[in-house]
T-cell receptor, first 110, second 116 residues
Framework: GQQVMQIPQYQHVQEGEDFTTYCNSSTTLSNIQWYKQRPGGHPVFLIQLVKSGEVKKQKRLTFQFGEAKKNSSLHITATQTTDVGTYFCAGPTRYSTLTFGKGTMLLVSP | NAGVTQTPKFQVLKTGQSMTLQCAQDMNHNSMYWYRQDPGMGLRLIYYSASEGTTDKGEVPNGYNVSRLNKREFSLRLESAAPSQTSVYFC???????????????FGPGTRLTVT
């Protein structure tokens, strides 16, 4: 079945440093979604990318969808303590469900 | 709008006990989902309901049953709880998917279940 892999599993940065998490799918995706889960919280939708090579920005967050639509990345510029959490990518299946990656946990030290 | 609500928030069960986790959404969404989240394992789909009246197995359905009671409510039942079912359970809902785009999923606050 479809697999979505994320690296790294954990990342610990100093506040102000940049952060990137990568997502790779075993199959071509029609779109990819990103979610953020704060410690003790629930996943919250961030964004969806649909087009090959698409780049979207949300303030300090930059999301990219690969040309082959099999990989994606999330880059955070100048991390803040409010960025702490686990970031998940997810790709749709043909059954109208999502396959989630295992997530990248971001820790930010002040 | 409350979004997606789940009850209870916390539960401790003994091995062999049964319980039902309740989920309701007020966004008029067609699709509803149950996930479990374990450390290092991400979100794994247990069961889903693409529309009212249908339910289907996800990645890890063994030991669980579901009921789509109506468009708003989707419950998850553990008939005979086992320690391996200790986890955090999330319910989610979404609108109808029309690829290439997909409607985002909205998650409830979760139920933290411990089976001893």
């Amino acid at each position: 079945g479809q697999q979505v892999m994320q690296i790294p599993q954990y990342q610990h940065v100093q506040e102000g440093e940049d952060f990137t998490t990568y997502c790779n799918s075993s199959t071509t995706l029609s779109n990819i979604q990103w979610y953020k889960q704060r410690p003790g919280g629930h996943p919250v939708f961030l964004i969806q990318l649909v087009k090959s090579g698409e780049v979207k920005k949300q303030k300090r967050l930059t999301f990219q969808f690969g040309e082959a639509k099999k990989n994606s990345s999330l880059h955070i510029t100048a991390t803040q303590t409010t960025d702490v959490g686990t970031y998940f990518c997810a790709g749709p299946t043909r059954y109208s469900t999502l396959t989630f990656g295992k997530g990248t946990m971001l820790l930010v030290s002040p | 709008n409350a979004g997606v609500t789940q009850t209870p928030k916390f539960q401790v069960l003994k091995t062999g006990q049964s319980m039902t986790l309740q989920c309701a959404q007020d966004m008029n969404h067609n699709s509803m989902y149950w996930y479990r989240q374990d450390p290092g394992m991400g979100l794994r789909l247990i069961y889903y309901s693409a529309s009212e009246g249908t339910t289907d197995k996800g990645e890890v359905p063994n030991g669980y049953n579901v009921s789509r009671l109506n468009k708003r409510e989707f419950s998850l039942r553990l008939e005979s709880a086992a320690p391996s079912q200790t986890s955090v359970y999330f319910c989610a809902s979404s609108g109808r998917t029309a690829l290439p785009t997909s409607y985002e999923q909205y998650f409830g606050p979760g139920t933290r279940l411990t089976v001893t």
